[in-house]
């Protein structure tokens, strides 16, 4: 007696554990995908009732493991007859129990295979985004069409239709259909979207086909942002509003990863000895900041939404922390003057960087300077440096890891730009004078003479005259003739000194150097 009770216990625990495992959704499809899926199910006479039974059964194994509702997966059912039915929208049926009900209450329509028409329907009624019940707008949309293949009519112009407005279709036949015709409606990649199989082994195709779905509609519910050298931001789409339960996240560089844990936040230790680190967040939240992060390494996000009152599967996801930029990354130069340039570096990074030392020297071989800056500083002016030079500048930052980090660029100072200090004219008889000037600072290249006529600008003379030259005499000068010199620098032409020559003369000579 003792042994035939263990010997119905444990056949009991052994159905038990088959049930269970017959409703555990496959891995990854909880909770996965966002989208509208439309299934155009051929129940014409040609298709008999037990293959129609077959069809509806396919459907309800192949649809039960998705999530239901606004923010996941919706369906339709609109089955091809003489006269079309769509048997239930988008916004029919939110629940699993709801949805295996419909079909399960479906009854074929007979007649004859108008699927031209049910695709008009379709598009017009249920995938066009719009009205109340119809496909949501921004999100994908999908027809999957099951058909035995019996004179399904010129479906290839609606179904073309169709893709144009971004609808993936999908095709499974039963029967021995146009393959050709078949194979122009499907979506690409064919290989995936455009099943044959027998009525009765479509349990064959059933992950196939929720997988080609799942690629369509997945939704992008996990994603980070704001990446830095040691941080980043996890966001996702929030699952548990209105629910009790928790968010843990845990994140560990690839390819090491942990399990188990404890709660709150901090760092634990897998079985394998590799550290992950672990944060819980409430129900209403969707993000988490990761911190501690190594520079340009690889790390693994794994968000686990927690809640007594549903079940959801797991979401991860990748990303890589930005390779590490020591300062000084970039230095530049900007106010050059005469005897002074401003140097500047970045990136600042006074948490790492004690201080940073500039050093500066004439090219080719002048004396070497240098100077500290705080590590609160990006920039600093250097003084007293000689005009119209090139010095070699060098920045280098001082880590408190003990690193140090140079970078090196050239700068110039402007050239001295000295003005003429004096312009003299002195009347010699009634047709001359004699030009004298001063100048501030020597080292000019010349100088630029040029007189004009005050009656005709036809008048008119210039010349060049040495850097020795501070005077010259002009000769055959008309009256009131204005006269200027100019300083001529080793890159341009500068501003000069002009005055008028006050005499009485009838010549009409140009004047000419003496």
Same mark, same amino acid.
């Given at each position: 007696?003792?042994?035939?009770?263990?010997?119905?216990?444990?056949?009991?625990?052994?159905?038990?554990?088959?049930?269970?495992?017959?409703?555990?959704?496959?891995?990854?499809?909880?909770?996965?995908?966002?989208?509208?899926?439309?299934?155009?199910?051929?129940?014409?006479?040609?298709?008999?009732?037990?293959?129609?039974?077959?069809?509806?059964?396919?459907?309800?194994?192949?649809?039960?493991?998705?999530?239901?509702?606004?923010?996941?997966?919706?369906?339709?059912?609109?089955?091809?007859?003489?006269?079309?039915?769509?048997?239930?929208?988008?916004?029919?049926?939110?629940?699993?129990?709801?949805?295996?009900?419909?079909?399960?209450?479906?009854?074929?329509?007979?007649?004859?295979?108008?699927?031209?028409?049910?695709?008009?329907?379709?598009?017009?009624?249920?995938?066009?985004?719009?009205?109340?019940?119809?496909?949501?707008?921004?999100?994908?949309?999908?027809?999957?069409?099951?058909?035995?293949?019996?004179?399904?009519?010129?479906?290839?112009?609606?179904?073309?239709?169709?893709?144009?407005?971004?609808?993936?279709?999908?095709?499974?036949?039963?029967?021995?259909?146009?393959?050709?015709?078949?194979?122009?409606?499907?979506?690409?990649?064919?290989?995936?979207?455009?099943?044959?199989?027998?009525?009765?082994?479509?349990?064959?195709?059933?992950?196939?086909?929720?997988?080609?779905?799942?690629?369509?509609?997945?939704?992008?519910?996990?994603?980070?942002?704001?990446?830095?050298?040691?941080?980043?931001?996890?966001?996702?789409?929030?699952?548990?509003?209105?629910?009790?339960?928790?968010?843990?996240?845990?994140?560990?560089?690839?390819?090491?990863?942990?399990?188990?844990?404890?709660?709150?936040?901090?760092?634990?230790?897998?079985?394998?000895?590799?550290?992950?680190?672990?944060?819980?967040?409430?129900?209403? $939240?969707? #993000?988490?900041?990761? *911190?501690? @992060?190594?520079?340009?390494?690889?790390? /693994?996000?794994? &968000?686990?939404?927690? %809640?007594?009152?549903?079940?959801?599967?797991?979401?991860?996801?990748?990303?890589?922390?930005?390779?590490?930029?020591?300062?000084?990354?970039?230095?530049?130069?900007?106010?050059?003057?005469?005897?002074?340039?401003?140097?500047?570096?970045?990136?600042?990074?006074?948490?790492?960087?004690?201080?940073?030392?500039?050093?500066?020297?004439?090219?080719?071989?002048?004396?070497?300077?240098?100077?500290?800056? $705080?590590? #609160?500083?990006?920039? *600093?002016? @250097?003084?007293?440096?000689?005009?119209? /030079?090139?010095? &070699?500048?060098?920045? %280098?930052?001082?880590?408190?890891?003990?690193?140090?980090?140079?970078?090196?660029?050239?700068?110039?100072?402007?050239?001295?730009?000295?003005?003429?200090?004096?312009?003299?004219?002195?009347?010699?008889?009634?047709?001359?004078?004699?030009?004298?000037?001063?100048?501030?600072?020597?080292?000019?290249?010349?100088?630029?003479?040029?007189?004009?006529?005050?009656?005709?600008?036809?008048?008119?003379?210039?010349?060049?005259?040495?850097?020795?030259?501070?005077?010259?005499?002009?000769?055959?000068?008309?009256?009131?003739?204005?006269?200027?010199?100019?300083?001529?620098?080793?890159?341009?032409?500068?501003?000069?000194?002009?005055?008028?020559?006050?005499?009485?003369?009838?010549?009409?000579?140009?004047?000419?150097?003496?």
């Amino acid at each position: 007696m003792e042994s035939h009770l263990c010997f119905t216990w444990m056949l009991l625990c052994l159905l038990l554990r088959s049930m269970a495992a017959q409703n555990t959704p496959p891995e990854g499809v909880l909770n996965c995908c966002e989208g509208d899926v439309l299934f155009l199910l051929d129940s014409s006479g040609s298709v008999s009732s037990y293959e129609h039974s077959r069809m509806l059964t396919f459907l309800s194994e192949l649809l039960r493991p998705f999530s239901l509702g606004e923010d996941q997966v919706r369906v339709g059912l609109l089955q091809v007859g003489t006269q079309p039915r769509l048997e239930f929208g988008f916004d029919s049926h939110s629940t699993q129990s709801g949805l295996q009900g419909a079909l399960k209450n479906t009854k074929p329509l007979r007649g004859d295979t108008n699927t031209v028409e049910a695709l008009r329907m379709a598009k017009e009624r249920v995938l066009r985004p719009g009205a109340p019940g119809r496909a949501r707008a921004g999100l994908p949309r999908v027809l999957v069409w099951l058909t035995d293949g019996v004179k399904p009519g010129d479906v290839v112009g609606p179904m073309a239709e169709l893709q144009e407005e971004g609808v993936a279709v999908l095709v499974v036949s039963t029967g021995h259909g146009n393959y050709l015709v078949l194979r122009q409606v499907a979506s690409p990649p064919v290989e995936n979207h455009l099943y044959f199989v027998d009525i009765d082994d479509l349990s064959i195709i059933t992950d196939d086909l929720r997988d080609a779905i799942i690629e369509i509609i997945r939704a992008e519910r996990i994603t980070v942002r704001d990446v830095s050298t040691n941080s980043a931001t996890l966001q996702w789409r929030p699952v548990l509003s209105g629910l009790t339960g928790q968010y843990e996240v845990r994140f560990a560089p690839v390819p090491t990863g942990g399990a188990g844990g404890g709660g709150g936040t901090g760092t634990s230790q897998s079985t394998s000895g590799s550290q992950y680190q672990r944060l819980i967040r409430g129900p209403d $939240s969707n #993000t988490a900041q990761l *911190t501690g @992060l190594k520079p340009d390494t690889t790390y /693994t996000a794994t &968000l686990t939404p927690e %809640s007594n009152e549903q079940s959801f599967n797991a979401l991860s996801v990748s990303f890589t922390t930005k390779p590490e930029v020591m300062s000084p990354a970039t230095v530049m130069v900007s106010e050059s003057g005469e005897t002074s340039v401003r140097v500047s570096w970045g990136p600042l990074q006074p948490e790492t960087v004690t201080s940073y030392y500039v050093e500066y020297s004439a090219l080719p071989r002048g004396k070497l300077h240098a100077t500290t800056v $705080s590590r #609160t500083q990006n920039s *600093t002016l @250097l003084r007293g440096l000689q005009p119209d /030079t090139t010095y &070699l500048v060098t920045v %280098s930052a001082r880590h408190a890891s003990g690193k140090e980090k140079a970078m090196s660029v050239k700068a110039c100072t402007q050239e001295v730009t000295p003005a003429l200090a004096d312009l003299q004219l002195t009347t010699v008889g009634s047709d001359s004078v004699q030009v004298d000037w001063k100048v501030s600072v020597p080292g000019l290249r010349g100088y630029w003479l040029t007189w004009e006529g005050e009656q005709s600008s036809d008048q008119h003379s210039s010349f060049y005259l040495p850097p020795d030259s501070l005077s010259t005499r002009l000769t055959n000068l008309p009256p009131s003739a204005r006269v200027c010199v100019s300083p001529i620098y080793r890159t341009a032409r500068g501003e000069g000194l002009c005055c008028t020559a006050e005499f009485h003369s009838n010549a009409l000579a140009y004047g000419y150097q003496s």
